[in-house]
């Protein structure tokens, strides 16, 4: 594009003094200069907002929620209303971008029929004070709801709407869902429009051990059987053969979680009827680890 298109970034935060100033100095140091910060204060009792207004930067445009919520699609559709750009982006203030990521990115608009773009990602263990990178392999282009539906592949940090594709949808974020509204999304969003994808990291997630879809792995797994019975009311994603392995997934996930939290003796039916494939081989092999190290495993 021989012009830059205005991004606005939509920053939610709850009390994020930490690591607020890492997320803010990353989307100023972006080598791509039209954006805007659209940083949603979810009634901080901390430092954030001292931290946000101590930037003297006119890019930079400060809200105050009227009320708390805990649930931060709710913030990000509050958020959303109050955003002036052709794109737009999502940065939570616990990660960071790399600095060429919208210079990178945007170009790949010119395609009108692409309404989203994301990137390959680097995890960052804080604790261990290292990083490697989410999926190796090159991520999907084009009308990729299938693959969506056998692995999410997008990276929170990492990905970029169209507001004109954004606002063809019937509803943004779903608000009624904790852990799963960007999968959500992601799902409903790849019916209607093509990805398109950056192959190189251009953002960092933090692993801190305090990240909700580490923690609540319970929720998620609830949230997910809520969402299947709600997706069986989309044409496109009940005609597609992998929409038809999602109750096979979820039951995978309830078992592992079950060997992590109850054990061998309450969870050795579950594994034995579970039906023969890769995940099956996956579920015995924790049937039998050591309690010590299955808690490591954090994205079974």
Request: charged share 25%; with cysteine.
């Amino acid at each position: 594009m021989s012009r830059q298109p205005l991004v606005s970034i939509v920053i939610n935060c709850f009390n994020g003094e930490k690591y607020l100033r890492e997320a803010l100095d990353s989307v100023i140091k972006q080598t791509y200069e039209n954006w805007e910060i659209i940083f949603w204060d979810n009634q901080s009792t901390d430092k954030s907002a001292e931290i946000f207004k101590s930037y003297q930067d006119k890019r930079l445009k400060y809200f105050l929620a009227t009320s708390h919520t805990s649930i931060v699609y709710e913030a990000r559709n509050d958020a959303l209303k109050k955003t002036n750009g052709e794109f737009i982006a999502f940065l939570d203030v616990d990660d960071w971008w790399l600095p060429d990521k919208l210079n990178k990115q945007i170009p790949l608009f010119e395609d009108p029929e692409v309404g989203l773009v994301y990137g390959k990602l680097w995890y960052f263990f804080e604790k261990k004070n290292k990083k490697k990178i989410f999926k190796k392999k090159d991520l999907p282009t084009g009308m990729i709801v299938s693959e969506l539906l056998r692995e999410n592949v997008i990276g929170s940090p990492t990905y970029i709407i169209k507001k004109k594709a954004l606002e063809s949808l019937n509803y943004y974020f779903n608000d009624h869902f904790h852990i799963i509204g960007d999968y959500d999304f992601y799902v409903r969003f790849a019916c209607k429009w093509k990805f398109n994808c950056v192959q190189t990291p251009i953002a960092v997630a933090r692993i801190h051990g305090q990240n909700e879809s580490l923690i609540k792995r319970n929720v998620e797994i609830n949230e997910m059987k809520i969402w299947y019975e709600e997706a069986k009311k989309n044409p496109v994603l009940s005609s597609l053969s992998e929409f038809s392995q999602i109750p096979s997934k979820i039951s995978y996930l309830e078992i592992m979680e079950s060997i992590l939290q109850d054990g061998f003796k309450k969870s050795i039916l579950m594994v034995a009827e579970y039906p023969l494939s890769f995940n099956k081989i996956k579920l015995l092999i924790a049937l039998f680890m050591p309690n010590f190290l299955l808690k490591k495993i954090k994205n079974y």
